[in-house]
Nanobody
Framework: VQLQASGGGLVQAGGSLRLSCAAS????????MGWIRQAPGKEREFVAAINWGGDITYVADSVKGRFAVSRDNAKNTVYLEMYSLKPEDTAVYYCAVDRVQVGGSYYYTPDVADFGSWGQGTQLTVSS
């Protein structure tokens, strides 16, 4: 599967943006998916995850209440809605497939190490 994140850009603090992750090559309808970000000079950080059915989601504490993850399996696409953006949200955002927790259920909060099939990321810059 190939994953392409898009929708990033330059946003003022307090603004909103929606990122999209389009999959190609095969359907991701039965994959648990995730969003991960990497800020300059920092390690990759888990942001959000969603199971294949879209009825179970996780968001990191750092973005809880501000970010939401969703998916449209008919469009083979996963989304990340971001509100009340802060300068510390500045990063390259990637989507990826959860290789460890499969089958729609989660047994623990997803970890960055669980994800594979990394797509090309999209840059988000939040200005203060």
């Amino acid at each position: 599967v190939q994953l392409q994140a898009s929708g990033g850009g330059l946003v003022q603090a307090g603004g909103s943006l929606r990122l999209s992750c389009a999959a190609s090559g095969r359907s991701i309808w039965n994959d648990n998916m995730g969003w991960i970000r990497q800020a300059p000079g920092k390690e990759r950080e888990f942001v959000a995850a969603i199971n294949w059915g879209g009825d179970i989601t996780y968001v990191a504490d750092s973005v809880k209440g501000r970010f939401a993850v969703s998916r449209d399996n008919a469009k083979n696409t996963v989304y990340l809605e971001m509100y009340s953006l802060k300068p510390e949200d500045t990063a390259v955002y990637y989507c990826a497939v959860d290789r460890v927790q499969v089958g729609g259920s989660y047994y623990y909060t997803p970890d960055v190490a669980d994800f594979g099939s990394w797509g090309q990321g999209t840059q988000l810059t939040v200005s203060s």
